[in-house]
């Protein structure tokens, strides 16, 4: 669960700074997929593990 979480926290900050920067809106979008991604696969790992 822990990998999850800073995966998480890395797709955030990814995507933060993807606003941030003008250039790079097309980072804060794929963040933003990812995050989801991962959240969507933690939910499935942990429901699949009790």
Request: net charge positive; charged share 10%.
């Amino acid at each position: 669960m822990n990998i999850i979480i800073a995966i998480l926290v890395i797709w955030a900050v990814l995507a933060v700074l993807g606003f941030v920067v003008k250039g790079l809106l097309w980072l804060a979008i794929i963040a933003l997929v990812l995050f989801a991604a991962t959240v969507v696969w933690g939910m499935i790992k942990r429901r699949s593990t009790t």
